[in-house]
């Protein structure tokens, strides 16, 4: 696998993974409405997946037959959903980051990236927007859900780290162009999402914990019930087609 | 609270009434029209209107309201015969 | 023009017309029944998306369930230009004062499930549905529209996914066999008891509610997906079904089966009941939250 497919990997499986956990929430959100707009997003998710795994090798091998040190998703990303505070919050922190990812990777000198980024920038734009809005009115809401959503927001925050961190890989895309430095990203992330934690009353968390671990394969136990439930029916079946 | 729909389905057309949704502020109602009814491209414009603030005729009224125009066919191009052989009329 | 002046001219109730109140009753009712049917069916079709077989599977599963949340919401609309609130109606539905259809009480033990009732149960919800686009009821009739505009891609993927199963693997060709084994009848149920024992369909049909008799729909489904499952070289199970030289006739619907299911005593009534009252609960802090920060934050007129 080139230095690029590794890449394009990690970032198709961070929306893989994202896009599985949301679509667990199908016939489950606290309004039909949200039902809609949480599946909304998870198709987009499903979708910019798509596009980055085909780019790499055929999409369903991927998805379906790959074991879990392969996989290199972010940990934030394969946590458990939690109530919708925890699930809001998540969002939030990943849209965050991938709204400006997506802005400089579609100006990537790799073709692949810059044609994905293109799309997927409007997609994460929405998605930000959504969860903000939620992410507000729970922070501002009751003080139940104000405890709720600050309570998800802490449990989900340290892992948010770990999209900021580079390995010799990111650093040698970012000297070809290939794609932005996490440098420049993480001062971008923090002021959005500084600005919705405080319209939304919440209260910025601090933590020296940073779990760490996605980018190489190694993942939560949360991650095994995942791949275990996405992939047992492909896998029950060599060979077979849907 | 009950919101209702406009969609423009696209340029150079009016909005039209889609159906109605539900939402505590105008920005949800706003995002959830779009999630809700222009998910295959139905638009290119919403408006949302708080249900309650629609002011309708009544149909007690139908007949004060609009049967007065029904006699009025001189308003309509159809009414004047065009002598034949004639254009641009 | 009075009501039944309307009726009698084919012409539309809407909203604000005068009705009769048993008019008004029947089609609150109706298009309830028709809106929790649309989100208890989220349930056993979203049972499969976590462990859709491919992504391009998932990806169609998730939009199509994503459409049964939209379509809920339409008819929820639709019953509300009648004087109900939504609230009200998933109250009645979540105490199990309403019915949705019973067809939904059924599981979905594999994957093949998902297609049957992409392929079985849409497709005879067409059929019902089709029809409805026409009822003298507007609203009502334009969510229909609407439903069926969205809903053409429902069936079809379900035709195309068994399609792919019965040309597949032994074990696929028997997944597929046997979820057809399980959804005919139930699919056969969905059109309601014989019009003989079907004493309000009579009034539905003289209001223009309803446009053609449970009998002759479910005869054209029948019909039309007997060929189907010949195609697919798949064998209904119904050792009685025969060809009279106009039409496939079928044998003795277990009508029993039917008022059990209807009763509370299907497979999943309890399981799919309690699921939605557990969303709806779950959910509660979160609508709290959202009228809280509405009437802190609303413009001042």
């Known amino acids: 696998m080139t230095p690029v497919q590794a890449y394009t990997l990690r970032l198709g499986d961070d929306c893989l993974v994202l896009g599985q956990r949301l679509s667990e929430w199908a016939a489950r959100a606290p309004t039909l409405e949200e039902d809609v707009a949480l599946l909304n997003i998870a198709l987009d998710l499903l979708g910019t997946a798509r596009s980055l795994l085909g780019a790499v090798g055929d999409e369903d091998a991927l998805a379906f037959l790959r074991a879990e040190p392969d996989w290199t998703n972010a940990l934030l990303v394969e946590l458990d959903n939690g109530d919708f505070g925890r699930t809001m919050a998540r969002q939030l922190l990943v849209s965050a980051y991938q709204v400006p990812l997506w802005a400089a990777l579609a100006s990537s000198t790799d073709p692949v990236l810059a044609g994905v980024a293109g799309k997927a920038v409007k997609e994460a734009t929405y998605h930000l927007d959504h969860a903000s809005a939620w992410v507000v009115r729970l922070g501002d809401g009751t003080a139940e859900s104000h405890a709720r959503v600050q309570a998800g927001l802490d449990g989900v925050w340290p892992y948010a780290a770990e999209l900021f961190e580079t390995d010799p890989l990111v650093e040698s895309l970012v000297q070809q162009g290939i794609t932005a430095a996490p440098a420049v990203l993480l001062p971008v992330w923090q002021q959005t999402v500084e600005r919705v934690l405080a319209e939304a009353t919440l209260t910025v968390p601090e933590s020296s914990w940073r779990p760490t671990g996605g980018r190489s394969g190694r993942h939560t136990e949360a991650f095994g019930y995942l791949l275990a439930e996405m992939q047992h029916l492909h896998r029950a079946h060599p060979g077979a087609s849907w | 609270m009950l919101w209702e729909v406009f969609v423009r389905s696209r340029r150079g057309l009016s909005h039209t009434h889609v159906g109605s949704l539900h939402a505590d502020d105008a920005h949800l109602a706003l995002r959830n029209a779009r999630d809700v009814y222009t998910r295959r491209q139905e638009g290119t414009s919403i408006w949302v209107v708080p249900a309650a603030q629609i002011v309708a005729s009544s149909p007690d009224e139908k007949d004060a309201f609009f049967d007065p125009a029904g006699d009025k066919p001189y308003r309509h191009p159809t009414f004047y015969d065009v002598p034949e052989g004639l254009t641009h009329l | ?301």
């Not at chain 3, 059109?191 to 449970?214: E, H, L, T, V, Y």
């Open chain 3, 1 to 301: 023009m009075d009501f039944q002046q309307v009726i009698d001219t084919d012409g539309r109730i809407e909203p604000r017309d005068q009705m009769p109140d048993a008019y008004r009753q029947t089609l609150v009712r109706q298009i309830a029944q028709h809106a929790h049917s649309e989100i208890i069916g989220m349930q056993p079709e979203g049972n499969w998306i976590t462990r859709a077989p491919s992504l391009r599977r998932k990806a169609i599963l998730v939009a199509k369930v994503q459409d049964e949340a939209g379509h809920g919401l339409y008819l929820y609309g639709a019953a509300e230009t009648l004087g109900v609130d939504r609230a009200e109606l998933l109250d009645l539905l979540h105490a199990g004062r309403q019915k949705y259809s019973t067809i939904f009480n059924y599981p979905t033990t594999s994957w093949a499930d998902v297609a049957a009732i992409g392929w079985l149960v849409d497709g005879a919800a067409i059929m019902n549905q089709v029809p409805l686009t026409r009822c003298s009821y507007g609203p009502y009739a334009r969510a229909m529209t609407r439903i069926c505009k969205e809903e053409s891609f429902h069936q079809r993927q379900g035709f195309e996914a068994m399609t792919v199963l019965s040309r597949g693997t032994a074990a696929q060709q028997q997944m597929a066999q046997d979820a057809l084994d399980r959804w005919w009848w139930p699919a056969l149920m969905m059109f309601g008891p014989p019009d003989a024992a079907s004493p309000n369909s009579a009034q539905s049909m003289a209001w223009g509610i309803k446009r053609f008799g449970n009998d002759e729909l479910r005869q054209r489904f029948v019909d039309a997906t007997v060929p189907q499952a010949e195609f697919l070289g798949l064998t209904v199970p119904d050792p009685a079904l025969s060809w009279d030289g106009e039409h496939h006739r079928s044998g003795e619907i277990d009508w029993t089966e039917f008022a059990e299911v209807m009763k509370g005593n299907g497979p999943c009534n309890r399981q799919r009941l309690e699921f939605r009252q557990q969303a709806h609960a779950d959910g509660a802090w979160v609508r709290e939250a959202a009228q809280a920060y509405a009437s802190k934050h609303r413009p001042v007129a």
